[in-house]
């Protein structure tokens, strides 16, 4: 026994001796420890703020007087969640154009202060990992004898570049000396120039001077950056100082971007089969699914549908060129659309609902065209309803700032303007259930599973700002159903997805939907209108 503990403590001490052997022997690097959520460059926008240029005192005595077009437009202190119009409380929809939705109300008022404390954090969080020092206000100071790079140096992590453009203006003096000065990475020289003093070179903070402006100017030329605090995507504030004068600009700091290209062959007109996969989801209604199938099927017999279905009791859907994928019970509208996207390998995904029917004005090739020539990432066409009324729902959204009570969400009929080339489509910012658009930025905006009996707008709230959104209205698709006629007979599977998917505008269902944009998107009102 005794010889066993022995054994066990001469073990363990054996261990340690040659751990500590390989430690020292070993090529051990150095890992720094970075304290991810303090950004350096982050301090430095305080004393970046304490170096803005003194206001000419002077300046505050000279009346002016303010120009009200021009004033108004500015944004103001906070949005106000506002209808417009005449606001009667039984003809709101007749007489009020635009009408306005305070979202708080989504959650019940015992809770709604911890709600919004919740909120502040995460939004305080995002912020934090969002926002870099290519986010800080630079003025620049009049007469600077300092040439510096004002944007468009960018640097890979943790590598190092020449930064570009650096020199001093000839001003009459015996010695002529710059300081350099960055936060996330050093600074030195590439090559010396002699007649220069370098102090400080490898370090965070450089000093060259010289009596011969000429020779300085030719350092000038030779300063390198490394970065040295690792971080995929942010940027650091380099000060510059001379006697008298200061600057500063911005390095970017981040990975390149890495591209994801689709093969889409090599034929002149485009193969639609090969560049485009059709998504949808499905919801109990199999016989309208199958006529979906059958219309695609007369105009674009090998183009691949993606089909989610969140259906009780699923039936089987087969053929060539169809993928089912069963997903549990009422699983929901966004989460199937999540699922059915994530499954394209095309470039483009076309969206459509279970009953449409595709026609010969159902074109998809023009919306192809619309993307393959120009910038935009989703273009929509049009829905034509049984009665024949069509629709676009071309909708423009914007956001107001609000302070700590969230900002304003403006939705509004409507596009910005006529796409060049394209006499039939428009610029704006969302459109109707019938769209294509980018896999790859469908996939990245995402439709939030949450949303899982109504929604469609969302996913454009969600992709405000990065998604960039067309519609055209020569290409159509057919409406089998939805504007319900209460005298029409409806087929059992109808009731039973009508009872899901139009659930009355009271219930639970639209609240949670307002407390997403509440807190997800802190909105703290939402307005609608033409
Ligand atoms: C540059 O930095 C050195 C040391 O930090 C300082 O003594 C000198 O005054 C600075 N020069 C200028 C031009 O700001
Ligand atoms: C179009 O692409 C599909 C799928 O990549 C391919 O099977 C088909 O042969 C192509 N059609 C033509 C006309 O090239």
């Known amino acids: ?33 970075i304290e991810v959520w303090q950004r350096p460059g982050l301090l430095a926008e305080r004393t970046l703020e304490d170096r803005l240029p003194e206001p000419d005192p002077q300046l505050s005595t000279i009346p002016f ?32 154009r635009v009408l306005a939705r305070p979202l708080h109300t989504a959650f019940k008022p015992a809770e709604l202060e911890e709600v919004k404390r919740r909120r502040d954090k995460e939004f305080k969080n995002l912020q934090k990992r969002l926002q870099t020092s290519a986010d800080v206000l630079i003025i620049a100071e009049a007469n600077n004898p300092l040439q510096y790079p004002t944007q468009g140096v960018e640097v890979r992590p943790l590598k190092t570049i020449i930064i570009p453009g650096l020199a001093l203006q000839d001003l009459p003096k015996d010695r002529h000396s710059i300081n350099l000065t960055a936060t996330l990475g050093t600074l030195n020289v590439a090559a ?17 001077s010289s009596a011969a ?13 490394t970065n040295t605090l690792f971080h995929p995507n942010t940027a650091d ?70 089909i989610a279905d969140d259906s009780q009791n699923p039936r089987s859907i087969s053929g060539p060129y169809i993928e089912h994928y069963i997903m549990p019970f009422g699983k929901g509208w966004f989460a199937g659309r999540n699922l059915a996207v994530s499954q394209v390998t ?57 302070e700590e009570d969230g900002d304003c969400l403006h939705l509004r009929r ?18 109707v259930n019938f769209f294509l658009a980018r896999t790859d930025k469908v996939q990245q905006v995402g439709f939030d599973p949450r949303l899982n009996r109504v929604g469609h707008l969302e996913f454009f709230i969600d992709g405000l700002g990065s998604l960039h959104v067309g519609s055209c209205d020569d290409v159509v698709v057919s409406h089998a159903s ?49």
């Open 65 to 96: 007087r303010v120009r009200d077009s021009v004033a108004g437009l500015l944004a103001h202190n906070g949005c106000v969640c506002e209808s417009k119009g005449v606001n009667l409380p039984f003809f709101q929809i007749l007489s009020s």
């Open 213 to 225: 402006l000429t020779k300085l100017n030719r350092q000038l030329q030779f300063v390198t950056y």
């Open 482 to 530: 939805k504007i319900k006629f209460p005298w029409a007979s409806q087929s059992e599977s109808d009731k039973a997805y009508a009872k899901f998917r139009y659930p009355p505008a009271s219930s639970d269902v639209s609240q949670s939907k307002f407390g997403l944009l509440y807190f997800k998107n802190r909105f703290q009102c939402l307005t609608r209108g033409d």
């Open 192 to 208: 010396e120039v002699d007649g220069v003093q370098i102090r400080g070179d490898g370090e965070m903070c450089m000093s060259l």
């Open 1 to 33: 026994m005794r010889s066993l503990r022995k054994t066990v403590v001469f073990g363990i001490l054996a261990s340690a001796v040659l751990v500590l052997a390989l430690m020292h022997t070993w090529p051990t690097r150095a890992y720094t420890t």
């Open 346 to 402: 095309t470039k483009y995904v076309l969206w459509v609902d279970d009953d449409f029917i595709f026609t010969s004005k159902t074109k998809v090739e023009k919306l192809v065209d619309v993307l393959e020539r120009t910038t935009l990432d989703l273009v929509g066409g049009v829905v034509r309803e049984v009665t024949g009324y069509t629709t676009s729902y071309r909708q423009t959204i914007s956001t107001e700032p609000g």
């Open 414 to 431: 409507g596009f910005y303007h006529v796409l060049q080339g394209f006499p039939n489509c428009v610029v704006t910012d969302g459109v």
């Open 237 to 306: 504030t380099v000060h510059l100082e001379t006697e008298g004068h200061q600057a500063n600009f911005i390095i970017k700091i981040r990975h390149n971007v890495t591209p994801k290209l689709y093969n889409t062959g090599t034929e002149e007109e485009y193969n639609i089969s090969a560049l485009v996969t059709i998504a949808t989801k499905t919801f109990l209604r199999y016989d309208k699914l199958q006529n979906l199938i059958d219309s695609v099927r007369k105009y674009y017999p090998t183009v691949t549908i993606v």
